[in-house]
T-cell receptor, first 115, second 114 residues
Framework: KQEVTQIPAALSVPEGENLVLNCSFTDSAIYNLQWFRQDPGKGLTSLLLIQSSQREQTSGRLNASLDKSSGRSTLYIAASQPGDSATYLCAVISAGGTSYGKLTFGQGTILTVHP | DGGITQSPKYLFRKEGQNVTLSCEQNLNHDAMYWYRQDPGQGLRLIYYSQIVNDFQKGDIAEGYSVSREKKESFPLTVTSAQKNPTAFYLC?????????????FGDGTRLSIL
């Protein structure tokens, strides 16, 4: 069964700092990996989706990388702003096993960017 | 605007009562999903539907039921058999082949026990 782990559980940084969020998954047989943002009491907003054949995706100040063989992904946020404060969730769509076709989520990283 | 609408935003359930959470989408997506989120945990899949009049159990389906009579609607009923229903419930949808398409989420319904 696919399992997704995110480190750290919480992160607090000063405004302007570059930061990295980590995600690891136990089964490398995946179709894609997706990073989401969740604001308190809200639903999820998709940030980036990386197909299994891709190494990275970029959107503005966000860059996500994928190393499928080692079961790892990172989300890099450049020049962080207070508006980036939220919970960031990583999820994978599995290509095999009992988790086939399902989106499996990590528990999230709570990011706080203080002015 | 296209999107996913969940209602109500807050819901309270009495002991022994069934409650139904609404999820409507106007994105013309074939697939719809229900997830449960508990504090400090990731989302867990309750039920999903790839097409009208068909749905499958997810990882934690016990105590829940769904229907998919229309493409745009996928209501979730939390039955009295669900002994720990307090959670944040999220509905999502995706274009038919969800394996390579992102899932889009509603704003959630928070269910509490009276």
């Amino acid at each position: 069964k696919q399992e997704v782990t995110q480190i750290p559980a919480a992160l607090s940084v000063p405004e302007g700092e570059n930061l990295v969020l980590n995600c690891s998954f136990t089964d490398s047989a995946i179709y894609n990996l997706q990073w989401f943002r969740q604001d308190p009491g809200k639903g999820l907003t998709s940030l980036l989706l990386i197909q299994s054949s891709q190494r990275e995706q970029t959107s503005g100040r966000l860059n996500a990388s994928l190393d499928k063989s080692s079961g790892r992904s990172t989300l890099y946020i450049a020049a962080s702003q207070p508006g980036d404060s939220a919970t960031y969730l990583c999820a994978v769509i599995s290509a095999g096993g009992t988790s086939y076709g399902k989106l499996t989520f990590g528990q999230g990283t709570i990011l706080t960017v203080h002015p | 605007d296209g999107g996913i609408t969940q209602s109500p935003k807050y819901l309270f359930r009495k002991e022994g009562q069934n409650v139904t959470l609404s999820c409507e989408q106007n994105l013309n997506h074939d697939a719809m999903y229900w997830y449960r989120q508990d504090p400090g945990q990731g989302l867990r899949l309750i039920y999903y539907s790839q097409i009208v009049n068909d749905f499958q159990k997810g990882d934690i389906a016990e105590g829940y039921s769904v229907s998919r009579e229309k493409k745009e609607s996928f209501p979730l009923t939390v039955t009295s058999a669900q002994k720990n229903p307090t959670a944040f419930y999220l509905c999502a949808s995706s274009i038919g082949n969800s394996l390579n398409q992102p899932q889009h989420f509603g704003d959630g319904t928070r269910l509490s026990i009276l």
